[in-house]
């Protein structure tokens, strides 16, 4: 556990406990539309990336496995022996890595708006993302990619959430962003995703490009027991812009295992 950083966690409710891990450039609050729902049923156990938020960080070129790491720590921490655990984009890529590295503290895995089975096309766009970002900068170009996050109408009605999004990524040390954002467009599961042996959970929406249904149901495919869900007309970060969806659904799947 040398690898593993004290990362900033937040306990909220009561009842079996749900890990929810969020993505790149956000924090803990990443969940905070979701979370006095989600209490009423769990033990909800929020926290920051290292390198987010409230969490520090050392060495800036970290890997998936000590990120990992890092969420043992924090379930060591909190003294819970299993619990549900789920990740939203890149925390999609932890939740099952986790899982398959200590499968004994695992009752279910979530995996929210992520992605396996990319061609080569598809990494390449992601890839070319990045270059733009450390030859452009990433402020301009995270401007053109609010439309791929969020629906227009969510984007005209609520400006202030899709703002702060936003300077929640340029806030967030460069380095740091951009090492997590290479993990994201170099971590390929589909070889491994077939090693889950607790229920899972697949959610995406409709529209989003990068994490597209398509994607997803390759990505079922490969798993023994999983659901499947398709959020119709949401992108990416259906966290903030469906809440309830997304609540709604966790409850009820964790309820039918």
Request: glycine letters at 6%.
């Amino acid at each position: 556990m040398s690898n593993a950083i004290d990362c900033d966690f937040s306990v909220h409710g009561s009842g079996p406990a749900l890990f929810l891990t969020h993505g790149i450039g956000a924090a803990k609050n990443a969940w905070r539309f979701m979370i006095s729902e989600l209490s009423k049923y769990f033990t909800v156990v929020t926290y920051d990336l290292r390198g987010h938020g409230n969490s520090p960080v050392t060495n800036k070129n970290f890997t998936l496995d000590d990120l990992v790491l890092d969420l043992e720590k924090i379930r060591e921490k909190t003294n819970i022996e299993k619990a549900h655990f789920m990740g939203h984009s890149l925390g999609g890529m932890i939740a099952p890595a986790y899982a398959i590295k200590f499968p004994n503290r695992v009752l279910s895995v979530g995996l929210l708006s992520t992605v396996a089975g990319r061609s080569q096309e598809d990494k390449n766009k992601v890839l070319k993302i990045i270059n733009e970002m450390e030859s452009t900068g990433i402020e301009h170009t995270l401007q053109n990619l609010t439309s791929r996050w969020f629906t227009d109408d969510f984007i005209k009605t609520n400006p202030d959430l899709v703002n702060n999004r936003l300077k929640q990524v340029i806030d967030t040390d460069p380095e740091v962003f951009l090492n997590v954002f290479k993990i994201y467009a170099n971590t390929e599961m589909i070889s491994w995703l077939k090693k889950l042996t607790t229920p899972c959970l697949l959610m995406t929406g409709e529209n989003d490009g990068g994490c597209s249904p398509e994607h997803n149901k390759k990505m079922a495919k490969e798993i023994k027991n999983s659901k499947l869900v398709i959020l119709p007309k949401y992108k990416h970060s259906f966290l903030i812009e469906a809440p309830r969806e997304v609540s709604k659904n966790i409850i009820e799947f964790i309820k039918n295992i």
